[in-house]
Nanobody, 121 residues
Framework: QVQLVESGGDLVQPGGSLRLSCVAS????????VGWYRQAPGKQRRFVAT???????YYADSVKGRFTVSRDNAKNTVYLQMNNLEPEDTAAYYC???????????????WGQGTQVTVSS
């Protein structure tokens, strides 16, 4: 199986910064993409940012210029650096990885358990 464990969520004031981490483990053969989604109370889960196997990066318009996704392949870890945080960024943040497991040809999607980010004064 594949496990994704997020960390780094916290309470922060508007204008502050946080860095989220997502560590992947398990019988992973290769990554297709790894990224972040968020879900505010009463709302649908929404895309935030992702990085793909070809080195591309994609961001939601609402976070462009403020958030940066990066990865450390040696540590199987993806980061989300969040700067200039706004109250509207308050949500549970989930890591998502689309990977091929060892012995499989079809990529599968996996989710972490989420980490809470609260932006408030």
């Amino acid at each position: 199986q594949v496990q994704l464990v997020e960390s780094g969520g916290d309470l922060v004031q508007p204008g502050g910064s946080l860095r989220l981490s997502c560590v992947a483990s398990g019988n992973i053969s290769s990554f297709t993409s790894v990224g972040w989604y968020r879900q505010a109370p009463g709302k649908q889960r929404r895309f935030v940012a992702t990085t793909t196997s070809d080195g591309s990066f994609y961001y939601a318009d609402s976070v462009k210029g403020r958030f940066t996704v990066s990865r450390d392949n040696a540590k199987n870890t993806v980061y989300l650096q969040m700067n200039n945080l706004e109250p509207e960024d308050t949500a549970a943040y989930y890591c998502n990885a689309i990977v091929k497991k060892v012995g499989d040809d079809v990529p599968q999607s996996f989710w972490g358990q989420g980490t809470q980010v609260t932006v408030s004064s």
